[in-house]
């Protein structure tokens, strides 16, 4: 049984930043795309970031590029999201999903496992 645990939200002012962590468990990690979609209240789902199973190929929203860095720790089980820059428009739960494959990309249907969430809040 696979399980994606994230944690490092919270409440930050503009400007700042946080880090993100989801630990996964229940699945070989270091075969599968890793990535952080985000939901904000009243808005749909959307891609954030991910990274392929290696690390060394990385996906960005142009909303967060050159501000969000994603990063994987295969021997920890363990994907990040460093978040700086912060703005309220970032506020959201960010969750953060395993795919079904080495290399997924932006499209929900890409990715088979979801963590709980983690709420993010960036005041003004």
């Known amino acids: 049984q696979v399980q994606l645990v994230e944690s490092g939200g919270g409440l930050v002012q503009a400007g700042g930043s946080l880090r993100l962590s989801c630990v996964a468990s229940?699945?070989?990690?270091?075969?599968?795309?890793m990535g952080w979609f985000r939901q904000a209240p009243g808005k749909e789902r959307e891609f954030v970031a991910a990274v392929n199973w290696s690390g060394s190929s990385t996906n960005y929203a142009d909303s967060v590029k050159g501000r969000f860095t994603i990063s994987r720790d295969n021997a920890k089980n363990t994907v990040y999201l460093q978040m700086n820059s912060l703005k309220p428009e970032d506020t959201a739960v960010y969750y953060c999903?395993?795919?079904?494959?080495?290399?997924?990309?932006?499209?929900?249907?890409?990715?088979?496992?979801w963590g709980q969430g983690t709420q993010v809040t960036v005041s003004s």
């Open positions: 999903v395993m795919g079904l494959t080495g290399a997924p990309g932006r499209d929900t249907s890409q990715y088979g496992y």
């Open positions: 229940g699945r070989t990690f270091s075969g599968y795309g």
